[in-house]
Each structure stands twice: as C-alpha cells, then as structure tokens.
C-alpha cells in the first residue's frame, strides 16, 4: 500500500499559476515516486489539470463533489461530471465545508456513496475541534462521523483523513502521539466493521503539515500519507513532504 500525498490547494491558483506548479512538479518528481501523488486544483483549473497531468503518475483530485447526477443545484458540480474529467480523488467532509457551508454528517455519506458510485475515490475527513479534544470527546465525535459517512459500508477504495480542526492553517499540528491513537483508533473501528478491508484503508494525517515536520507524522506505523494544504502550494514543499512518506 503505497502512502497517498494530498494538495489540498483550497481557493487559490490561476489557470497560470496552475499550469507553472505542475509543470514544475512533473520535473522534480522521478517516473516512478515511492509515493502515491494526488493534487486538487479549484473546479476552474480541474480540467487544464486534468490535460497536463494525463499520463505522469500525479492524479487529478477534486476539492467537492455533489451527490446528485444532475439537475437544478445552481453552482454544485457532481461526481458524474467530475468523473468525465478524469477526477480519481475527491475530498469529502472537510471540516471547512462542514463549518462555513453547514454540511451535515448525512449529506457527507451521500458524497462518498456518489463517489464510489462514479469511480472516484473518496477522501473522507473527520477530525475533533479543540473544544471537543479538551473535553476528551476527541474519539467519539471522530467515530460518529465515521459511523454516520460509513453506515451503508464500504462499496469501494476509501482514504481516511484524520485532520483536528484545530490543527489546520494554524501552522500548530496534532502531537503525534495524538495522531498516531487517533489514526489506531480508526483503524480497530474500520477491522470490527468491515473486517479485511478494513485494512485497505489508508489513513492520512492532515493539519500544518510542513517539509520540517512531515517525517513525524508520515513515519508513524498507522499513518499512509497527508493531506496538505498550506505547504502543498508550492511544488517543491510539497514535494519535500511527499519525500517524508517514502522514506522507510
Ligand atoms: P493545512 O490544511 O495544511 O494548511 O493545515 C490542511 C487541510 O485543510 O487539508
């Protein structure tokens, strides 16, 4: 199971500015990375990415996705048209989808349903706010959105991505021995509910993720990547991190 390194650019790049970071990654990555490579431009950039990234070993990611196939969702876009892209990852649940839009736990497992359904594999992100952590209810509000965005069970490849609300664009991460129980944590939930392909899963740190830190979190025995946000904005960071992961 090779290790999956995430850019997350959230709302930021240019068509240009698109063009330029992947051009430039494409020359500093090998043929054949130890890691498994995935960015997710904003949906204006997703299919000039899609044309550059055709055929090298950095898959095209999508930040969103609506459920629904079609219809009248002024602004949505849906899995079926991110899937006629080329779109092989897509994040749902991302703590700021779920705080500044109000997404709820119900609408986030019809995203991972959708995106099995079109062949595109979710990205599914839980993580407790520092609210939650202080009171020690940093496990059972991570498991409700587990249970909630996994109650129909696991119709196909899934990523997990363990990022503490608190942790991202803070530039403070998760200490990781945190991240390393929260990820066991997921892991001994994913085997009792789903048994074998509970182990398929990959799990994922994400939160301040940085070239000076990458190496303590991607070298725990749970963790199989990070998505990255912040750091992931510039080819040769991003780079530098996705490094960490292949290390042994
Ligand atoms: P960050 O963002 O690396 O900037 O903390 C991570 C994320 O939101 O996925």
Redesign the pocket.
């Known amino acids: 199971m090779k290790p999956l390194v ?1 850019a ?1 650019w ?1 709302m930021h790049k240019t068509l240009k500015e698109t063009e330029d970071y992947l051009r430039r990654l494409l020359e500093i990555i090998p043929v054949d990375p130890p890691v498994e490579l995935v960015v997710f431009p904003s949906f204006t950039a997703l299919a000039l990415a899609g044309k550059i990234l055709e055929g090298t070993p950095v898959a095209l990611g999508a930040q969103n996705g609506h459920p629904q196939r079609e219809g009248a969702f002024t602004g949505e876009v849906s899995m079926h048209q991110l899937a006629d892209l080329g779109v092989r990852y897509v ?1 749902c649940g ?3 989808r779920r705080k500044i839009f109000g997404e709820s736990d119900e609408f986030v497992a019809a995203k991972v349903r959708a995106a099995w359904a079109y062949g595109i594999t979710p990205i599914l ?1 839980v993580g407790e706010t520092l609210e939650e952590r202080r009171a020690g209810r940093a496990w059972e509000v991570v498991e409700r959105q587990l249970f909630a965005a996994l109650s129909e069970g696991l119709s196909g490849p899934l990523v997990i ?1 363990y ?1 503490p609300v608190w ?5 403070v ?1 998760a200490h990781p021995k945190d991240a390393q129980e929260m990820a066991q944590n997921i892991r001994s939930w994913l085997l009792r509910r789903f048994g074998e392909k509970g182990k398929e899963v990959r799990i994922q740190y ?5 070239p000076e830190n990458a190496r303590e979190f991607l070298g725990l025995p749970e963790i199989q990547g ?7 904005l510039d080819p040769e960071s991003f780079w530098r991190i996705a490094q960490a992961a292949g290390l042994e």
């Open positions: 995430a997350n959230k994040i991302h703590s700021e992100c991505a990022e942790a991202i664009g803070t530039g991460p994400g939160g301040s993720v940085k990070a998505l990255v946000g912040g750091a992931s």
